[in-house]
């Protein structure tokens, strides 16, 4: 609101806009920027599908969260366009100053810019992206909880994760396993390298490309039969989720391939981008586990193809 008001202490000179910076022809002229961007967009959007893990806890399940999902993504790209063009308007991309071009700011503009936006009230930014935190926090666990819940009860993962809380009814084991984890894996790198620990957040965003590009091939298979009930049917559990999977899986190779460069990121390892590494090594860790379960008593049906005629419902505990 400040900035649109015109707030003094901006650039000398104010960027115009221009509507060439929505021209897509422009952005293909970089392929790499491409797929850095698509990334950068599933990690920003990465978390707001959290109304989609909650859909047993939502009143009509069968719509509400899927109408919640989608209208997130509308807000959420309404508020990041709009605090973008504001920001590059009023800081413009100089090299000085509150410029977006200063390698000072590149790192956290907002910061860069609150006491000159709101002055004495610029500490308002902080408790705003302290907030913003604590939720990201909450969006880590409540997904990953829900889905390790639904493992357990379908025999995937051992019976204990399929434990819902006697009181809250929400997943009891699988929320303290997911949240301790966070825990000590934050800690963790922090004592190892806090570089190799920024690295590693960016290779999330292969992970997420990862298990989208999964969510959409499974679901253009496990839909496959009702492609022609409908033309809505056809476009929205055929055509659209396999095109996004595909797009996803080429994002996801292209890269993991700009990753090996050992100038990707903050650090390296074996002259290897640290950013490939980390993806690498946490996929052959799925990969163990997922080879681990497949031979537990426990789990073993499931891997085999041969899972129980019936999911048990979760346990209380």
Known sequence: VRIVVGAPGGATTNQSFDIEWFNPAGAFSDPGAVVHGMLLALFIYWGWDTCLAVNEETENPSTTPGRGAVISAFVLVAIYVSVALLVMMYATVGTEGIGLGNEANQSDVFLAMKDVVLGPWGWLIVVAVLASVLSSTQTTILPTARGTLSMGVHGALPPKFGEVHARNQTPGFSTQVMGAAAVVYYVAMSFLSENLLSDSI?????????????????????????FRESARNLWFRGILPLIGALLLTAAFFISAVQMLDPAYGDSQIFGIGGAFVSGVVLLALGVVLAVVCRFLPSTREYFTGKPTAAATAPTSA
């Open 202 to 226: 960016s290779a999330i965003s292969l992970f997420i490309a990862f298990y989208y590009a999964l969510t959409g091939f499974a679901c253009f298979w496990y839909f496959r039969g009702t």
